[in-house]
């Protein structure tokens, strides 16, 4: 290792930057990822859910402040840290463990988070949505005094409209609307009722503007539990026309989904949520990312869920295979590394010969790699064959894997060095079971 890259690699770790493909957040919960382009770079804006510390909370949501994720690459996160915690906030009843999905937007150079909890004080009950203002997206937020008078509810969105006027969307007993004054901390009109939408239960609106047509997207539950939906109109305050789901419910895991959608680079994302570092509990939640495409006529394709995410992954990182983009039909299954703690990530098992996955897009750059290292583990040995996909594809590796019920570190020759940005394919052509966690080129 060069004494550039280990300096690359202490200042990102420094940083606290995370390297990710689904979820992004790899060492914390977090959930309601609202998605924002402000200078060049994409800001999360989750919520983040903790395990409670009190009892009340244990079978429930429990989110005490927010952080704030920022990126370039849509695969490496930095952690700018906790930009508000409840009890820095006037109007937040002390240690309610509310702070539930915020939004944050832009205007004039000065950044508003909006953010929803429980009041304090005598006859005040249910949610309000208050405003913290920063004039740096990674904050510090100072919260106003009061929340915004005229709103009960959660999930609020803001959209400020090619012309300058802000809207603010939210959800409880319904989806409202209403105006906000250039201040950006009051109501300019009174909230009506958000018209076109489906029957059946709504929250976390998401609203944004795309070649003049206004996208009112939200969680919804169609049947068991929440898909994500849109509905389309030609006016900010609606109405809307109901036209159909983005993201299917998830058949295992988690009740709630809560997304934002935004264009980066000429390319719109989903970002949306799952449980999957907490298979057992589905109140404590991680930020995925998926691509996200139109149709001619403006209407949303479907997307559909992915391990891979987004992004580009360098060859020289360690890639995570479990991250797959395709996998065989049977005989690879994907685990924990360690079931005890999710945080550790995952592992794909080859159960046996003739089974392989895709992880797609690693760049291999214009040196070529000399060397494959992968950590791997087979109790009766085995073999792994690495090629690039497609009708060039070739072999760049075989991995010979010795007996042994240790997690190993092999370093293996390269048979063929690829340039630029390839898709892998893993497949085991040995009969006994074979355990990947992660390969990396040098
Ligand atoms: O995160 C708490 C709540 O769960 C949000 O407000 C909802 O949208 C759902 O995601």
Redesign the pocket.
Known sequence: MNTRFLLLAAAMTAAGVLQAQNPVIRDQFS??PTARVFDGKVYIYP?HDIPSPVDRLKEW?CMADYHVFSSTSLTDWTDHGVILTQNEVPWVQPDSYSM??PDCVCKDGKYYLYFPSTPKGEGRRGFNIGVAVADHPEGPFTPETEPIAGIFG??PCVLIDTDGEAYIYWSGRGMSVARLKPTMTELASEPVPVQGLPDGFK??PYVFKRKDKYYFTF?WVQDKTETLAYAMGDSPMGPFTFQGVIMDESPVGCW?N?HSITEYNGQWYLFYHHNDYSPQFDKNRSVRIDSLSFNADGTIRKVRPTLRGVGVTPARNRIQVDRYTAISPYGVTIDYLNPANPFDGWQALFLRADTWLVYNSVDFGAIPVKRLKARVRSEKGGEIILRTTGDKGVILSRLLIEPTEQWTDLDTDILHAPSGVQNLRVESVGQAPVAIDWLCFE
């Open positions: 959930a309601d919520s949501f539930w999905a959660i999930d929250e976390g969680p709630t809560h």
